[in-house]
């Protein structure tokens, strides 16, 4: 196999990279395309890369365009040929390296494409979100504070019974806001307390606090991956962020509780060469909530970990959101797929 200066990094790399001559003979093939061709780097090295595009001649145009340095960087869609599957969509990005009769070849799925957009809203988002909440907060406590203060004080003047329920009134909302502003910032108040964790434990934790809460009507599966070592993070953090997704997903199954069938599944996997947040990790814990409920309501889909976002009366709309923020702490991400009969959230952890 060819020794290419690029070799270590673009290995780690979860988009398909090659490294092409303007004559169209590979000099270096990253992990990621040896996966996706099912040819070994061996193989693809030397060779021609054209013969594995359905339609050869789009890519040999651009190497012409390469030879006489007619663009700086080259993008088109095309399709590869996969062994016993369809042909795979690509994003073909073409730029020039550091030598001039050579190529870097970027080949991104626009599948994949699709998620890493995804990806990063939801990193943007949830940053965003956390932002916004320690502003709002703040500006929120003081004036706040004042309110209650001035309440109380003009509780101790008024004489008439009336006017002191209007004054507890005041005093009673100025508490619940205040209790609402304290658990938006809890996340930023708590700090990040790391050691081994222990996933199941963390499952099981949840599972007998829902099912003492729901007592009947609900059952919730174990569908453990045992193999699955002890993890560094923070359990008490873990825990919480669990506890909200699963806590959600028992609050919609309302009506199948009522009816005896409701369902949770609790499913822990180990997933390899996983692409997350633009680079590919060796290994993560993906960690799956799914439910039998209606699903998630359609007007809230695409904001459904922003802060103050519910689908249910009385909702509050942070369990979300802290969940979200105790796993990005986690330097995860949580994702919902979701569909009436069938909700799964998905929380994937890198672990190397």
Known sequence: MTTHPYTQAFDLLATLVAVVRVDGKVVFANSALEDVLGVSKRNIE??????YFVKPAGFESVLKGAQTNAFAVM??????HRPLTEPLPVHVIVAP???DNEVLVELLPLEQQARLEREDRLIDQAQANKELIRNLAHEIKNPLGGIRGAAQLLQMEVAGRDLVEYTQVIVHEADRLQLLVDRLLAPHRRPHVVGD?????????VRSLVLAEFARGLKVVRDYDISIPDIRGDREQLIQAVLNIVHNAAHALSERIAAGDAQIVLKTRINRQVTFGKNRHRLALELHVIDNGPGVPEEIKDRLFFPLVSGRDGGSGLGLNLAQTFVQQHHGLIECDSEPGR???RI?????
């Open 75 to 80: 993008r088109y869609d095309a399709h590869l």
């Open 348 to 352: 994937v952890i890198p672990l190397a």
């Open 97 to 99: 390296t550091d030598k």
């Open 46 to 51: 030397g060779d021609s890369l054209s013969q």
């Open 343 to 345: 909700t799964d959230f």
């Open 197 to 205: 964790v222990n996933i199941h434990e963390v499952c099981e934790r």
